[in-house]
């Protein structure tokens, strides 16, 4: 049972223009969303979050929207950067007495061509 | 600041063979994780400590993982025996705590194959 999916397993885009990652999720008990950025041989590192009581939190160039009714997120880079390059994770927290897990997508390869 | 450490970054070992992988967190972080990650797949919680208690484990398999958090600081999780579909990276966080939005910071991780 996959609570969060990425569909999309890449995404090719060119420098300076807007990247969009998707995420989408069936619990409605997750409070938080997360984006995580990894580069290879390297740990996840934390992008942006929102709570699930928003629906917009921006941070420089990265943007990330929830849709709670239909229980989709999304990550818009303006303008993409050829170092944003890299696999980009949508993770969600579990609230309640869940000590806070985070449970997380697939993962989906960013590539931005200079 | 220091960040997350981990040892050793690689490991190849036979199937059946036992191994151990070490974390040493960020100073001060309360919370502990360790994750397991499936080539093509994200990062899946094996166990959660609170300072040295564990406070999630349900996804550790049970008869062969085991991990420890002495003095609720450095962790060891160890495989044994190991099987091949334990080839994974394996991945520790840690955070300030887990009742908050504490982002979880990770380190590099192991990336132990099983032939």
């Known amino acids: 049972d996959q609570q969060v999916k990425q569909n999309s397993p890449s995404l090719s885009v060119q420098e300076g223009r807007i990247s969009i990652l998707n995420c989408d999720y069936t619990?409605?008990?997750?409070?938080?969303f997360l984006w995580y950025k990894k580069y290879p041989a390297e740990g996840p590192t934390f992008l942006i979050s929102?709570?699930?009581?928003?629906d917009k939190n921006e941070d420089g160039r990265f943007t990330v929207f929830l849709n709670k009714s239909a229980k989709h997120l999304s990550l818009h880079i303006v303008p993409s950067q050829p170092g944003d390059s890299a696999v980009y994770f949508c993770?969600?927290?579990?609230?309640?007495?869940?000590?806070?897990?985070?449970?997380f997508g697939q993962g989906t390869i960013l590539t931005v061509h200079p | 600041e220091a960040g997350v450490a981990q040892s050793p970054r690689y490991k190849i070992i036979e199937k059946r063979q036992s191994v151990a992988f070490w974390c040493n967190p960020i100073?001060?972080?309360?919370?502990l994780y360790w994750y397991q990650q499936i080539l093509g797949q994200g990062p899946k919680l094996l166990i959660q400590?609170?300072?040295?208690?564990?406070?999630?484990d349900s996804q550790l398999p049970k008869d062969r993982f085991s991990a420890e958090r002495l003095k609720g600081v450095d962790s060891t999780l160890k495989i044994q025996p190991a099987k091949l579909e334990d080839s994974a990276v394996y991945l520790c966080?840690?955070?300030?705590?887990?009742?908050?939005?504490?982002?979880?910071?990770f380190g590099p991780g192991t990336r132990l194959t099983v032939t």
């Open positions: 966080a840690s955070s300030l705590g887990w009742g908050g939005p504490y982002e979880q910071y």
């Open positions: 619990n409605s008990m997750f409070d938080y």
């Open positions: 929102i709570s699930s009581i928003k």
């Open positions: 993770a969600a927290r579990t609230g309640g007495t869940s000590y806070g897990k985070l449970t």
């Open positions: 100073s001060g972080h309360a919370t």
């Open positions: 400590f609170q300072n040295n208690g564990v406070v999630d």
